[in-house]
Structure formats: structure tokens, C-alpha cells
């Protein structure tokens, strides 16, 4: 049975997520900037986001998974083990950074790094595909808990990439919303704020999803790859 998380069972769900250093952590850090949208079934815990869904542990059996996402309206579900009726599926990858040494951080050219860029500046300069309103109001409440670690790179006035920690806990850390500026691309922005990353991240699991075409680029960069995992569209 899935049930919402409440005061009553939120130990329950956050020793569940704590077994999991990429969906529980993100489905950790989601939770401790807003409840609503968090589930537990009987050995696993779901996120709900807008039309997404993300399970972590064991997922609900596919009855019930499939009552749950025609009446949350799901489009987009991630970690389910079995393909439901009216999705289909594609893989991404969970890459894990692997290196040992702390990565040189290379001079930009005619750019720099800022480490604590004006959110709402980033959020106009548009290098992400989503809501300028929902991105800016989710990355306040994630930096200003201490959730997340967000930098970009400022040249000739304005942001033109960005990449950053979304969830961020004591042993591990989830990166993502990495993107550059189609016009700045091809010179190593991207890589920079990779490696500042990375160090910030020194003594942490690091974690991160992508598409199977990036693998190389991540790769480059000393990730390497932990599992496939399934993400499933509604058709």
C-alpha cells in the first residue's frame, strides 16, 4: 500500500533514502525542502515532481505501481524495475566520480568561475530547459538549507554555463544541471566547473545521471560507470 509520509512514518522514509547515495539522496534532499510529494510503500519510498515520479528501494508490486501513476498523472517515472503498459523505456547511466587525486583547476580564458552566483540572474540567462519561476525557487530553498552547491561561469558580463550539487549530504552528493550556453561551448567551461565540483565534493560519494551518448565526456572527466537505470516515458 502507498501511503504519504507523515510525522508517523518519516523515520521509515529516511532510513530508506539513507540506503541510497543517488535516488534516496535526492529523494532526501527534495523532502527536506518540502514533504509534499513523498511516499512509502511497503520496502521503498517515492517522489513525486509535477508529472515525475522517482522510487528508490523496492518498488510497489506493478498493480498498484500502475493505479498510483494513472491517478498522480505521471508521464515520466525513473527506477522501476518492471515497464508498465503505455510507457516506454530508455536507459540512463549512473556515473560515479572515481578519481583519487584533487583535479587541477584549469585558468579560463576570458572567463571565471563564480561560486556563488545571483540565482535569480542565472535563472534569466536560460541555460537550463525548465521553468525560470520553479528552478530559481527550488535552488534558493536547496542552498539556503545548505542542500546544494551551485557555480557557474560569468564571461563577458553574463552566465554563459552552470553546473552544481543538488543534494548534498555527509557522505555523498548528487550533481547535476550541467549546461552551456550553445555559443560558449568547445572551450572547457563545462570541465572547469566539473572539477571545482569535484573538489568541493573530496570525501563524498559523487554521483550523477546522464545520457548514454555523454558517457565518454563524463568519462573524461573521471567518472565512471556504477548501473543502468530505467526511466520510462508515458507514449
Not at 513525486?48 to 515520466?76: I, K, M, Q, W, Y
Not at 570525501?203 to 560507470?225: D, I, K, Q, S, V
Amino acid at each position: 500500500m502507498i501511503e504519504v509520509v507523515t510525522a508517523a512514518n518519516e523515520a521509515r522514509f529516511l532510513a530508506l533514502t539513507a540506503q541510497d547515495d543517488c535516488a534516496g539522496l535526492r529523494m532526501e534532499a527534495a523532502y527536506n525542502c518540502s514533504a509534499a510529494g513523498c511516499y512509502l510503500s511497503e520496502n521503498g519510498a517515492l517522489l513525486l515532481r509535477g508529472s515525475s515520479l522517482l522510487l528508490c528501494g523496492d518498488a510497489p508490486n506493478t498493480e498498484e505501481l500502475e493505479t498510483f501513476c494513472a491517478f498522480a498523472g505521471v508521464s515520466e517515472l525513473e527506477g522501476a524495475p518492471d515497464l508498465l503498459p503505455g510507457f516506454r523505456r530508455t536507459q540512463l547511466l549512473q556515473m560515479e566520480y572515481a578519481e583519487q587525486s584533487v583535479p587541477s583547476q584549469p585558468q579560463l580564458s576570458g572567463a571565471e568561475i563564480d561560486e556563488v552566483p545571483n540565482l535569480w540572474q542565472l535563472a534569466s540567462a536560460r541555460l537550463l530547459q525548465v521553468p525560470t519561476e520553479d528552478w530559481y525557487a527550488d535552488a534558493c530553498a536547496r542552498r539556503n538549507r545548505g542542500l546544494a552547491e551551485i557555480y557557474a561561469v560569468q564571461a563577458q558580463g553574463h552566465y554563459v554555463a552552470t553546473a552544481g550539487i543538488y543534494a548534498l549530504r555527509e557522505n555523498a552528493a548528487y550533481l547535476t544541471a550541467v549546461a552551456t550556453d550553445p555559443a560558449y561551448r568547445c572551450r572547457g567551461f563545462a570541465r572547469a566547473l566539473l572539477d571545482k565540483l569535484a573538489t568541493f565534493s573530496t570525501g563524498r560519494t559523487l554521483t550523477l545521471l546522464c545520457e548514454p551518448e555523454l558517457r565518454p565526456f563524463y568519462e573524461r572527466a573521471g567518472y565512471r560507470l556504477r548501473k543502468e537505470v530505467n526511466q520510462d516515458k508515458r507514449i
